[in-house]
Structures are given as C-alpha cells and as structure tokens.
C-alpha cells in the first residue's frame, strides 16, 4: 500500500495568516492527490483534486501542487471559516490511501 | 441537486451483519464509480471499498476483505455495503462517496455487546 505522510498533524495560526501543509506518498502518484476539507461533524470537503485543480466552487485562497511524491497545500489567507481538519489522499493505487490529518485551529 | 444519502447504520453486537444503503440522485448513477469511506470516532479516513460503474469490478481494504461486499442496483440508484463478522474495531461513521469528490452525510455503525 501507498503510505501518505502529512505534516504537521496540527497547526494553530492568525487569520490572515499563509498556511501550508505538506503530503508525502511513499511511491510515486504522479498528479494523482485530493485535498478535503473536514469541518467538526460534517463530511469531508473537496477541495483539490490532481494535485493542483480548484474544485468549482472553492475559494481561490485554497491551492495545491506538487507531483510524484511531495505535495503542498496552502491557504493564502487564513479565514475563521477554515477552522477544519485537512486531509490529502492519493488516487494513483487501491487502496486509496489517506494522511493522517492536520487540524487547523485559529490562534 | 447531486446528492447521496446513507442509511443502514445501527447498533450491533461483535459477529453480527449489517447491510448499508446509499442512495444517489442527481446524477447518472451507472457511469460512476463509488466507493465506501469510513472513520472511527475522533480518528481520520479509511478507505473501505469500491466498485466502478457496471458493478463488474470491486475493490477492498485489508481490514475488510472476506467480511465486506460492496455492490450496487443502477435500476434502483442505491450503492450498499453488506458487512460480516463485524467487530468493535468496524465501529465508525460510514460515508458514500461518489468518485471520490462528493461525500454522503454518512451513517454510524456501532459494534458493542
């Protein structure tokens, strides 16, 4: 199986604030990696998809990119609204295998 | 409107069976792939199954492999997941989700005695 690695597992920052997290895959995925988004309670959210394309509908200061093994994902200006956990998960290899998670809390 | 909605979710005791039901609208069910994702309470996702359009071709995680069936009625709309010899470690919220972009609100399965 593809072992997903993100860090950090939580991150607290100002609104206003660039927020980045990173995804590493164990194997090469190519462009093949989702970010959601995952507010307490709710279901998860996608954000991104093939590592780099903004799901319609999503606010442009969410972005990705990255190939092959390292992925970032960043939020260029940090809103209260974002206060959510932030999953990647690679699409390349059943099993579709997620990171741990990085929560995002609100300094 | 896209949309998916579970059900099937409930308490059961270890070694017993569960049968789950998504059912989507909105959307031309057959010509997607959907897949089962779960999470146990306070912990992140897991990739549970998945079965492309035609039904023909399924795919499962370790954990569930042998216990778990996924299958789908494109007549009827519904996606299922009929899960065996569940254990307290199968305990999580179950989410549909359709070609892994547009997640059901989920239903939780319990296993305790």
């Known amino acids: 199986d593809i072992q997903m690695t993100q860090s950090p597992s939580s991150l607290s920052a100002s609104v206003g604030d660039r927020v980045t997290i990173t995804c590493q895959a164990s194997h090469d995925i190519s462009k093949y990696l989702y970010w959601y988004q995952q507010k307490a309670g709710k279901a998860p959210n996608l954000l991104i998809y093939?590592?780099?394309n903004l799901e319609t509908g999503v606010p442009s200061r969410f972005s990705g990119s990255g190939s092959g093994t390292d992925f970032t994902f960043t939020i260029s200006s940090l809103q209260p609204e974002d206060i959510a956990t932030y999953y990647c998960?690679?699409?390349?290899?059943?099993?579709?295998?997620f990171g741990q998670g990085t929560k995002l809390e609100i300094k | 409107e896209v949309q998916l909605v579970e059900s099937g979710g409930a308490l059961v005791q270890p070694g017993g069976s569960l049968r789950l039901s998504c059912a989507a609208s909105?959307?031309?069910?057959?010509?997607?792939?959907m897949s089962w994702v779960r999470q146990a309470p306070g912990k992140g996702l897991e990739w549970v199954s998945a079965v492309i359009g035609s039904g023909v071709s399924t795919y499962y995680a370790d954990s569930v492999k042998g216990r778990f069936t996924i299958s789908r009625d494109n007549s009827k709309n519904t996606l299922y997941l009929q899960m065996n010899s569940l254990s307290a470690e199968d305990t999580a919220v179950y989410y549909c989700v359709k070609g892994l972009r547009l997640w059901g609100r989920g239903t939780l399965v319990t296993v305790s005695s």
């Open positions: 909105g959307f031309t069910f057959s010509s997607y792939a």
């Open positions: 093939d590592a780099s």
């Open positions: 998960q690679q699409s390349d290899t059943l099993p579709y295998t």
